[in-house]
């Protein structure tokens, strides 16, 4: 089984507009962030799973077509990431 590692560069480019959107409305810029991804053999691109990291803080969501970025925004808002 061969899981497929993404980049921030290697993901839709509207969901990268949507992160660099959120992370300006909080302050952020993307580069404050690292972004990875999971994508297992045989899922489509849209579950794969997306991970965040700050500095010693780490989240994991679940793409569903775009949907972790607002998971993501919902934990800036609760200041998970500061």
């Not at 989240?59 to 990431?81: A, H, I, M, N």
Request: one cysteine or more.
């Amino acid at each position: 089984m061969d899981i497929t590692l993404l980049r921030y560069t290697d993901l839709p480019i509207g969901d990268r507009a949507a992160f660099e959107l959120v992370c300006a409305r909080h302050g952020f810029a993307p580069v404050h962030f690292d972004i990875s991804a999971r994508l297992n053999p045989g899922e489509a691109p849209h579950e794969r799973l997306v991970t965040v990291r700050r500095g010693g803080w780490t989240q994991s969501y679940p793409d569903q077509r775009g949907q972790w970025v607002k998971q993501f925004e919902s934990d800036l808002t609760c200041r998970f990431f500061k």
